[in-house]
């Protein structure tokens, strides 16, 4: 029996050395803002791969970023020409196309692909630096003006959104139905979150798409996500 112990903790011993000593466990890809711009620091070499359009990439953008669409035509030829065998950092808004992009280049064979976790959105939100090649940079609207477009005796509804969202793409068109069906008793008030990025910061949006209500200036309701225009009504009515 004991010889029979003896033997299984060996083989035991042998299996675990074997799964420890061989192949490791891919480290953690998908980082929080903060960890990408440490890893960025150990990292100062690999190149920082921003997939957005460049109409969003010339509004702000990470320091020293390339800018490759992950919706042009060409994205499959300019990824070609990094290194697959080093690093890469891949981000995007709020991180659905950087996801997309990093998996299509792990399956062409890029080896270590680091995505920013909910885009440059948490990076912003968590006050990290962004350049521009803009000479002069937009403020949008100011928390003073936000506050006055609250001021009505009908619901506000807030939608903060983005071109590039593809579930604020798919809200628009009913946002828009309960605008006109609902004018006696609810505002719907869009606001582009690349073209008001520190009323952004401010009021901390840093995912897509949300909704906020509003009674009286005060928020009595808020969802961050996809949300159908029964689930919307259930809050108005």
């Not at 000593?21 to 620091?41: D, R, V």
């Not at 669409?69 to 990094?82: A, M, V």
């Amino acid at each position: 029996m004991r010889k029979y112990i003896v033997i299984l903790l060996a083989a035991t011993t042998f299996v675990f050395s074997s799964c420890t000593n061989g192949q490791t466990p891919a480290s953690n890809t998908n980082l929080s803002a903060t960890e990408f711009a440490e890893k960025i620091k150990e990292l100062p070499s690999a190149p920082i791969v921003d997939v957005r359009t460049p109409d969003e990439f010339s509004n702000g953008h990470l320091q020293n970023a390339k800018n490759i669409d992950w919706n042009g035509i060409d994205f499959q030829k300019e990824i070609s020409t990094l290194d697959k065998s080093k690093p890469v950092f891949v981000y995007c808004l709020s991180g659905g196309r950087s996801s997309s992009a990093a998996n299509q280049m792990r399956s062409d064979g890029f080896k270590e692909v680091y995505e920013l976790s909910g885009g440059i959105m948490k990076w912003r939100a968590a006050n990290l630096p962004e350049t521009t090649i803009n000479k002069t940079v937009l403020e949008g609207m100011s928390k003073l003006q936000f506050d006055t477009l609250l001021n009505s005796d009908k619901l506000v509804l807030i939608d903060f959104y983005a071109d590039w969202c593809a579930p604020c793409k798919k809200m628009k068109p009913y946002l828009d139905e309960i605008s006109k069906e609902m004018a006696d008793k609810v505002i719907v008030i869009r606001i582009n979150t690349d073209d008001n990025q520190q009323l952004c910061k401010e009021l901390k949006i840093d995912a897509l798409p949300v909704l906020q209500l509003y009674k009286n200036k005060i928020m009595t309701w808020t969802n961050t996500g996809y949300l159908s225009k029964e689930d919307v009504l259930k809050q108005i009515q």
